[in-house]
């Protein structure tokens, strides 16, 4: 891999839509006083007539894009996800989700990207919220490259969708020329029969390097990036289920209501397998850099593998 | 005065179908929605310019029902105006209708989804916005309850109406001086209402409720200030028209009897 200064998922997404935005005037950014931290002060500067800053008022901002979408614009809504997904939940599930307006929510420094800052900025119960809410779309891109492509489906795709990216750089998953995204549509990065790895978002570099991982150990493991968690590939999940002998699932997330749960919720009624679900527990967060966080909850492909390797010799 | 008189008869009979659909249903909430009936036919039998041929006509004036259980009278205008049928006002409260409880943009006509609180006032902002940002001439209308005015987001909205000089932007606020709980100054006092959204930078005009030329001549000329929000504190009576359940908190919801009913068509006829 050639030497590349890496990104935050934030910035790519940003000045994608900065690019789009100027050819299409429907595009409008709103924030929360948060054009820092979703790195969207392009809007602010050169396309003020398309950026909205509503101040620190998450509610607000929620419903004047759902008003916007009613009168044809193309709302994007950028605000930290601890606060777009809860401190402005009701008008999420009413005035985007049951009005059905095309409003997409981009919950930027998701999961424990703001680590050491404490659980009130944790965003892990985002998938979990977003996910229960009908005629909702629910996608976690898992490196700049697949950002770049869910910018421009994101324009095309009519309808409410909420966005769970990032707040620190990350590594690559997939090469800038070859990247193939599809709403609702999981990817198979690594292909093998003894065991699944499935993970979202963030996590999917962590799930892609177990698998290098268990392949140096001679063991093959099939490996799916799951960007879009609802509507989730069932048809990926069973025939995983069925080809290897039990799944893997980790996610920056609580491990009650998250992808974990939405894969269980399609094996237990398809073809049940024995499932490991990793993630945040139950419990409100330790703080410490993302970093250092994931490590404590075994959030690693080493421990992955570890975890993979018992399961094989117990099972 | 012909036409005032031609809106005060409709107000007569929109009120009598609010009870009719209430009694029949045996749901919905008699009080607020006979209250806001003369603010709804001055705004939809003289204000709006809407085509009920062509509801979603790009150009047409918005209205947001935000106090969104005051809905029988907003459908039975709809249906008097031909969005929809007028038999689908049957319908209202049973299995599978278009005619829920509270509005739904399925139902041609209606712009947002409301019923809970304060969410009204927000996305009407969102519209405004909108007009002002392809250079439109409509208006935007949000016909909020007074117990209402305690939800904190109304307040964000407020805020923001101004600071975007939306003077395309009308606040309707729905004095009743009641809420489910009892009156609003003993719940959570509100006043002065007024004083309160002046300083939140709105131009803001006191009117009797149930007067429609008293209405009519603030309707018809907004912006009040040029650059600012309109709010309209429209004083009224919680069931008004019915001399046994007006000012009486216990009527927010409740369903009338045989006799009530009988006694309410014949106050109403
Ligand atoms: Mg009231």
Redesign the interface.
């Known amino acids: 891999m050639s030497q590349k200064v890496l990104l935050p998922s934030r910035k790519v997404f940003s000045d994608v839509l900065f690019e789009l935005a100027k050819k299409d005037k429907e595009i409008i950014v709103l924030t929360s006083d948060s054009r820092g931290s979703a790195s969207v002060e392009n809007f602010a500067k050169y396309l003020p007539e398309q950026f909205i800053d509503v101040g620190i008022a998450e509610q607000n901002l929620v419903s004047i894009a759902s008003g916007l979408a009613g009168c044809g614009k193309k709302p994007f809504v950028f605000s930290p996800a601890c606060f777009l997904t809860t401190r402005s939940i009701e008008q999420i599930k009413i005035d985007v989700a049951y009005t059905n307006r095309n409003v997409k929510l981009i919950g930027v420094s998701g999961g424990v990207s703001y680590g050491p800052l404490g659980s009130t900025h944790h965003a892990l119960e985002d998938i979990a919220f977003m996910r229960a809410i009908p005629n909702m779309t629910v996608v976690l891109p898992s490196d700049t490259n697949q950002v770049r492509v869910l910018v421009e489906k994101l324009i095309l795709y009519t309808g409410p969708v909420y966005v769970r990216i990032g707040r620190n750089p990350i590594e690559e998953v997939y090469s800038s020329e070859n990247i193939q995204f599809e709403i609702g549509k999981g990817n198979i990065l690594l292909d093998g029969d003894e065991v699944t790895i499935i993970a979202t978002g963030e996590m999917v570099k962590t799930a892609y390097d177990a698998g290098i991982l268990l392949r140096s150990k001679g063991i093959y493991a099939r490996v799916v990036d799951m960007h879009t968690i609802k509507p989730i590939d069932e048809e990926l999940i069973i025939e995983s289920a069925k080809k290897t002998k039990f799944i893997v699932t980790i996610e920056e997330h609580n491990i009650r209501g998250g992808l974990g749960s939405a894969v269980a919720e399609v094996t237990a009624q398809n073809f049940p397998v024995k499932m490991i679900i990793l993630g945040i527990p139950d419990e409100f967060s330790i703080t410490g850099s993302q970093k250092e966080i994931l490590e404590y909850y075994g959030l690693t492909s080493e421990n992955i593998c570890g975890a993979i390797l018992r399961e094989l010799k117990e099972g | 005065m012909e036409d005032i008189r031609y809106l005060e008869n409709k107000a007569r009979e929109i009120r009598r179908t609010i009870v009719e659909m209430i009694y029949k249903a045996r749901s919905g909430h008699i009080g607020g929605s006979l209250s806001s009936v003369d603010i709804l036919v001055a705004l939809y039998y003289k204000v709006l310019k809407i085509n009920p041929k062509n509801p979603n006509w ?1 150009d047409r004036d918005r209205f947001i029902l935000s106090k969104g259980h005051s809905v029988e009278g907003y459908y039975a205008i709809l249906a008097d105006l031909g969005f929809i049928e007028k038999k689908e006002l049957e319908t209202y409260c049973k299995f599978n209708s278009r005619l829920t409880g509270h509005p ?2 399925k139902l041609p006509g209606v ?6 609180l ?2 009204g006032l ?10 002002k ?2 250079a439109k001439e409509y208006k935007v209308y949000v016909l909020m309850g007074d117990g209402e005015q305690a939800e ?2 109304i307040w ?2 407020g ?2 109406a101004s600071h975007y000089r939306l003077d395309n932007l009308v606040g309707i606020i729905d004095r009743n001086r009641l809420q489910i709980g009892g009156s609003t100054e003993s719940v959570m006092s509100l006043e002065d209402l007024s004083d309160k959204w002046k300083a939140f930078g709105w131009s803001v005009v006191e009117t009797d409720g149930h007067n429609i030329k008293e209405l009519l001549d603030v309707l018809e000329n907004i912006p009040i200030t040029p650059g600012k929000p309109t709010l309209i504190i429209a004083h009224t009576v919680k069931g008004k028209g019915v001399s046994f359940i007006e000012n009486k908190a216990e009527w927010h919801h409740r369903i009338p009897t045989d006799e009530e009913f009988a006694k309410m068509m014949e106050e109403l006829s």
């Open positions: 790009p739904t943009v712009e947002a989804n409301t019923g809970s304060g969410h927000s996305i009407g902002v969102g519209m405004a916005l909108a007009g940002m392809d904190g987001s964000e909205a805020m923001s």
